[in-house]
Every structure is written in structure tokens, then in C-alpha cells.
């Protein structure tokens, strides 16, 4: 074996060591970003699916008629619902609880009450939600809003009124 061959050998493979390099440095910044992507994603699910969660929470915790008697049932609402929030990072958060006195549900509703037995009661929740990975959050808007709601008919705590 010459020395010109062995020469050539050792280019050849030097420069496929460069594409090599070169390759991965023109994919890295793609793979980062998607990686950053699915982060971001991934937190905005996380924070919507407790939001779910802590509006189905409310609302069971609604449709018992605990604290009827006392007068402390929309505060006992908001507590169990706000208290599956603090797992959420700074924010706009909002517990709206509203009540139908007819099982149609038509309507708006009366805001700020939790019903009568065997009425219908909502539980909803809003969350701004504000990106956090410096890249993603300059495609994002600056706030999502999030939403989470569950309805419930309010158990007999006392006869129901029939209609």
C-alpha cells in the first residue's frame, strides 16, 4: 500500500467525520425547539386537566349541600376548588359557581349560588396561563385562558319542590 492511498483514506474519512458533525449541528437547533414545544404543551395540558379536576372536585363537593345550614356553602365550594389550584403557577385564577333552578339548564344561570336541593350547579374555573419557555412564548400569545367546568344535580339534602 502506498502512501498517497493511505493518504486519501484518512481524508475521506475525516470529512465524512465533518458531514457527520455538520449534520447534527444543522438538526440540534430543530430538535431543541421541539423539545421546548413539547414542554410547553405538555404544561398547558397539565395545567387544564387540574382545572377539570378541581371544577369536578367543586362541583361533587357542591351537589352534597355542605354548609347549607351554616351559610358557608359557596365559601366551602371555592376552598375545595381553590385548593386543588395552588399546584398552578402564578396567574389569573377564577371560581364562578352558578345554579339553574330548573333541570333544562337553559339560560345563564344564577351566578353566585349554589341551588337548591335537586337543582342543577356548575362549577367552573378560568386560568390565565402565561408561557414560560422564552422561545415558545414569543409564538404563543402572552396569556391562554384555560377552562374547567363540571355540572351536578344537588342531591335532597331536604325535600325537593316539585314542579
Known sequence: MNISATLNK???RRSREGMTTL???LVLPVL?????????????????????R???DGARFASTGQGYE??????????????MLSVLRDGNKEIIIRSWPDMAATGEGISG??????QIVEVMVTYDYEPFTPLIAQVLPPTITLLGSDRKVNEP??????P
Open 157 to 162: 339534602w331536604y325535600p325537593c319542590d316539585s
Open 10 to 12: 484518512m481524508k475521506d
Open 113 to 118: 349560588n349554589a341551588g337548591e336541593p335537586c
Open 23 to 25: 449534520e447534527f449541528a
Open 70 to 83: 351554616e351559610g358557608t356553602r359557596l365559601t366551602q365550594i371555592q376552598e375545595k376548588t381553590g385548593s
Open 32 to 52: 431543541f425547539i421541539l423539545l421546548l414545544c413539547l414542554v410547553e404543551m405538555g404544561t398547558i395540558c397539565y395545567s387544564w386537566l387540574t382545572l377539570q
Open 54 to 56: 378541581a371544577a369536578q
